[in-house]
């Protein structure tokens, strides 16, 4: 199967799965902003969920409520970084924020109804006993909170009103918590599940986390905003430092062709089963959106 092939294959059984997790509440317009805001996307995450449980012998029936809380968790971080507080954008996945075409206050909402979503789903029995459901709920929670994702948007939103631009190693420390935390969670996901080493493919997530970043940077440089579906150069035009900026566009991607073979090298024990994790970061650096 080609690796585009199973990314969508995985994109469909996320939507499969949240879908059923969000059919039966109330039609009320916080529901239908929860839904509208989990619909679309590459489910990356998700998707390394999947793809790590895979490593194990984990079929997706197994791991896909974890696949799912993840893609809850990053859902909820786009609906309020989007917001006029944050980063004030209009346009997310080519549509409207959710603000937009609803309001601040339902937008909100809910970003903390997903939330939520995110750990009632990671408490799916067929995810494994108390105990690994517990590991994979403090994980989560540890990545999408003041050590990790909401340490690396608080770092990102004081680095707007600083005077001066943030440093390489300053960079890469905010998005190691901003979109990297979210990502090492994901790939480490299966080997929790699997109750087995996740050294490796923390190592591998690490470097593809740091790769995928800078993939934006470059995007938002050079990409095209009706297939990013975002609105571009805001950075740029905020005048905040990006690893763009700093290496330029030719020392940018240099630096992420490096971090992808360092990723890939991190998953030399896993052998041929590897090879959708190996296809998944040469995406992350050649994508277009």
């Not at 680095?159 to 440093?167: G, M, Q, R, Y």
Request: hydrophobic fraction near 50%; glycine fraction near 10%.
């Amino acid at each position: 199967m080609s690796f585009a092939l199973a990314l969508s294959g995985a994109a469909g059984l996320i939507q499969q799965r949240l879908d059923i997790a969000l059919t039966d509440r109330a039609d009320e317009p916080v529901i239908q902003a929860m839904r509208y805001a989990v619909a679309g996307g590459k489910r990356l995450r998700g998707f390394l969920v999947l793809e790590s449980a895979a490593l194990f012998g984990i079929a997706p029936d197994r791991a896909i409520s974890a696949a799912a809380a993840v893609e809850c968790l990053h859902a909820y971080s786009l609906v309020h970084d989007d917001m006029p507080c944050m980063d004030d954008d209009d346009l997310r996945r080519g549509q409207p924020t959710v603000h937009v075409k609803w309001d601040d206050a339902t937008a909100v909402l809910a970003g903390d109804a997903l939330q939520t979503l995110a750990f009632e789903l990671l408490c799916d029995p067929a995810l494994g006993t108390g105990d690994t459901r517990i590991a994979l709920v403090q994980g989560l929670a540890f990545a999408s909170g003041a050590d990790g994702m909401v340490l690396g948007q608080a770092l990102d939103i004081a680095a707007e009103t600083a005077n001066a631009p943030l440093s390489l190693d300053q960079i890469t420390r905010l998005q190691a918590g901003k979109t990297g935390a979210l990502i090492r969670w994901s790939a480490e996901a299966g080997a929790v599940i699997a109750g087995a080493d996740t050294a490796p493919l923390r190592g591998y997530a690490t470097a593809l986390g740091l790769a995928f970043q800078i993939a934006d940077d470059i995007l938002d440089e050079t990409g095209d905003e009706a297939q990013t579906g975002k609105r571009l150069h805001k950075d740029a035009q905020a005048g905040k430092a990006t690893f763009v900026s700093l290496l330029g566009l030719d020392g940018a991607r240099t630096k992420a062709r490096d971090l992808v073979a360092e990723a890939t090298g991190h998953l030399a024990p896993y052998g041929d089963k590897a090879q959708t994790l190996i296809d998944a970061a040469r995406f992350v650096i050649a994508r277009d959106s």
